[in-house]
Each structure stands twice: as C-alpha cells, then as structure tokens.
T-cell receptor, first 114, second 114 residues
C-alpha cells in the first residue's frame, strides 16, 4: 500500500536556525497538509496546499513558516529562525480528490529545538 | 466553531469490554467525520469514518454512532483487545476552496487490560 514518507525522522536544531522538513506524499494525491503534535497531545492543523499554492493556513502558520512543492514528488515545510516552542512532531499528510478521501499521514519528524 | 470536543481524555477497559469515546462539534459545515488511531512513534491512521447523512457505521469491532441533531458522534470498540491500546482521535472535516481542512479532537488514550 502506498504511503507518505517523511525525512528526517528526528531533527535537532539550535534556536534561531532554519530547518526544512521533507515529505513525499502518495503519488496520485492532490492535496497536501502539514500538522503538528506537541508531546502526544492534539494534532493541530498548520496548512493545506493544492495546485501549488496554500489553500488554507492556521494562526500557528505565521511568517516563520513556509511550504513548497519544489518538484513533482516532494513537499517541504521550512521553519525559519526556530524557537523552543517549535519543538514538536510534524506530520505531513496527503489526500486524494474524492470527497471521502481520508488523510494519509507519514510517521512524522520529531523536531527538537535546543 | 472550529473545535471538536472529545472525551474522555483517557480510558481503561478490561479485555473483552466495550470502549466508548464521545465527540461533539459546532460547525454544521463539517461534512465528514473520521476517527484516527495512533500508536506511539507513528502517524495517525484512519480507523473508520462516517458522513452526516448516516446514523451508524460498523466495520468489524468498530462502530460510529452519529447524531446530527445533537452534533455528536461516538466510537464504540466492541470486544476490546490489548492490541487496541492506542490514542484515538475523532475529527471533522470541511471543504474549502482548495481542498479540505480536518480538525482533530484532543485525543483519548485507551488502555485495554489483559
């Protein structure tokens, strides 16, 4: 069964540094998402992306964050000038075009900001 | 309006018992209600989902009951097994101009005692 893959599985960075989290969504999916989960708590919506542009973003997704689909397969989340409170699990997800198409999640990148 | 409220926060059930998790929502624009199961170190995975024009959906030991007028829905796990021990998230999705936005409940940690 096709799956969403995320790299790296764990990223440690110093406060103020930039990080790029990478995702390869399921190949025939058209909608892409980033979610965040802090310490096993609630899964929080960050951004949705369709047709090479952001379709919706949450209040968490401020100017510090950006997303990009640089080629036909990768989907990236960039966090500029990381803060301690950015430490979390970041999940990439994708979904197909059908109305009932569910989110398919990757296994996440654990970001630790020190 | 965007929230999905989930209870209980944690649940301990004897093997063979019934696990019940409840959720409530406010936004009538939600059109799809999935449940996700998450094991430690993994991303959430779709367990079962329902649309609001259906009052109940059953898949194996898992049943969603949906009350549209009360804006409530619940997950029942029959004959609960130790392997069901995980965190369960209810969710609600609405369409936007560029796809779909899924909002998650706070999660329920289920522990099934052998």
């Amino acid at each position: 069964e096709p799956e969403v893959t995320q790299t790296p599985s764990h990223q440690v960075t110093q406060m103020g540094q930039e990080v790029i989290l990478r995702c390869v969504p399921i190949s025939n999916h058209l909608y892409f998402y980033w979610y965040r989960q802090i310490l096993g708590q609630k899964v929080e919506f960050l951004v949705s992306f369709y047709n090479n542009e952001i379709s919706e973003k949450s209040e968490i997704f401020d100017d510090q964050f950006s997303v990009e689909r640089p080629d036909g397969s990768n989907f990236t989340l960039k966090i500029r000038s990381t803060k301690l409170e950015d430490s979390a699990m970041y999940f990439c997800a994708s979904s197909g075009e059908r109305t009932n198409s569910p989110l398919h999640f990757g296994n996440g990148t654990r970001l630790t900001v020190t | 309006q965007q929230q999905v409220k989930q209870s209980p926060q944690s649940l301990i059930v004897q093997k063979g018992g019934i696990s019940i998790i409840n959720c409530a929502y406010e936004n009538t624009a939600f059109d799809y209600f999935p449940w996700y199961q998450q094991f430690p170190g993994k991303g959430p995975a779709l367990l079962i989902a329902i649309r609001p024009d259906v009052s109940e959906k059953k898949e194996g030991r898992f049943t969603i009951s949906f009350n549209k007028s009360a804006k409530q829905f619940s997950l029942h796990i029959m004959d609960s097994q130790p392997g069901d021990s995980a965190t369960y998230f209810c969710a609600a999705r609405r369409a936007n101009t560029g796809g779909f936005k899924t909002i998650f409940g706070a999660g329920t940690r289920l522990f099934v005692k052998a």
